[in-house]
């Protein structure tokens, strides 16, 4: 799941500015309802695709209002908390969340990816392709299930294979993304298709995390597990292993999904060429000059406080920072090494994530405490591994004093 501290302090994410911008924007996909409904052979492939991603955003937006009149506005406890009647309730009301939660995710995946081939050749491409892996699809199912054929089938996916060959011959296949890399050669037969046409949800995601802005990330996730296996996960039937999560802070999720829309129609707006002075102009500004979201990336992600030989607490355990890897998205992670107790007697050292860690002490505080108690003859150098005995020590102290 995203850092829930980016919903956090009561505040309902004003759902009306979704709907202003997609009445708002609409209208620029050069789409009204009536063309819409007659499909994507009778429409521009770009302005029919983008519609369709204005309607994910719309659907949410629904969503939020319905969940806020189900549950309680003004902090009230109910009466039947305790019950299970109101966790199953909850439980199902963040069931709902997740599913539309996945649905954005994959909405807003692909508004990130086409801003790398905005053009109308590879809407249609797109369009072509999504429409030959249904034929595929049931083609498949036919003979596997029943054993049987259908000429008609097949006569109507080798139509959508005439068109790709001609589109492909336009297209530059290593632009399009949204086919498979197995698949990434003109399709000539419907018969010669091999693997599936169009790549896993997990490496769209990889290509598109890259792309997202500080704020994206942590609206969706910053990963594969918060951005979309979490959320996948509430489709299907498990055990619940931790119940209290149903009951705890059920409106962040609802605040969120107003603000993934929000991202998703911010994105539709920037294929759409920004289309000046209207309301969703002045909030892509807002969001664009807004700190808040560079300050929640870190504190998720990074931790820029944090150094090398920083005193730390993991969940609990009192740890010193070893060293620092950032990745190439900008993520962090801290190579530790347990002071106290430890989760496993046998684990001496780890990494952690970032998010994982909360400073409890700089080393450099440490070190002028040392100093002042032996002036003049302090080390100059960290080399020195009696200072850094007499550092660890204060640590202890420092950690077993506050938990006494």
Not at 189 to 194: A, E, V, Y
Not at 306 to 330: H, K, M, N, P, Y
Not at 332 to 340: D, G
Not at 341 to 365: G, K, L, N, Y
């Amino acid at each position: 799941m995203a850092d829930e501290r980016h919903f956090e302090g009561g505040q309902q994410f004003p759902i009306d500015l979704v709907v202003c911008s997609l009445k708002e924007l609409r209208p620029h996909t050069g789409l009204d309802e009536s063309a819409y409904r007659r499909g994507p052979h009778a429409n521009p492939a770009q302005g029919f695709v983008l519609y369709s991603l204005l309607d994910e955003a719309e659907k949410a937006a629904v969503v939020v209002m319905r969940f806020r009149t189900f549950l309680p506005q003004d902090g009230s406890t109910p009466e039947n908390k305790a019950e299970a009647t109101w966790r199953t309730s909850l439980g199902m009301v963040r069931e709902e969340q997740q599913l539309r939660v996945r649905r954005l995710c994959e909405s807003f995946v692909s508004s990130v990816l086409f801003g790398s081939t905005n053009e109308e050749l590879y809407y249609r491409h797109y369009l072509q392709l999504s429409e030959l892996g249904r034929y595929v699809s049931h083609r498949k199912e036919l003979r596997a299930i029943y054993r049987k054929g259908s000429q008609w089938l097949d006569r109507s996916a080798e139509t959508v294979v005439r068109l790709l060959a001609r589109t492909e011959a336009e297209v530059d296949l290593t632009r399009a993304w949204y086919r498979a890399l197995s698949a990434r050669t003109p399709i000539e037969t419907i018969d010669g298709l091999r693997g599936d046409l169009m790549p896993n949800f997990r490496s769209l995601l990889d290509g598109a995390i890259p792309r997202m802005t500080n704020a994206e990330r942590i609206t969706f996730g910053a990963t594969y597990m918060e951005a979309y296996a979490g959320p996948s996960s509430s489709i299907h039937f498990d055990l619940d292993l931790d119940p209290n999560v149903t009951v705890d802070n059920p409106q962040i999720e609802v605040e969120r999904l107003g603000l993934l829309s929000l991202h998703l129609i911010l994105r539709v707006y920037a294929l759409l060429g920004s289309p000046p002075d209207g309301a969703t102009e002045q909030l892509s500004r807002s969001i664009k000059e807004a700190s808040e979201p560079e300050k929640t990336f870190d504190a998720a992600y990074v931790r820029s406080e944090i150094e090398d030989g920083d005193f730390v607490t993991v969940r609990g355990f009192l740890v010193q920072v070893l060293s620092c890897a950032t990745t190439a998205l900008g993520y962090r992670t801290f190579e530790i090494e347990f002071l106290a107790e430890r989760p496993f007697p046998e684990i001496e050292r780890d990494w952690c994530m970032a998010r994982d860690a909360v400073r409890f002490a700089s080393q450099t505080e440490f070190v002028a405490r040392v100093a002042q108690c032996l002036g003049e003859k302090v080390p100059v150098s960290l080399d020195d591994s009696a200072l850094r005995m007499k550092i660890r020590e204060l640590a202890l102290d420092a950690w077993r004093s506050r938990l006494r």
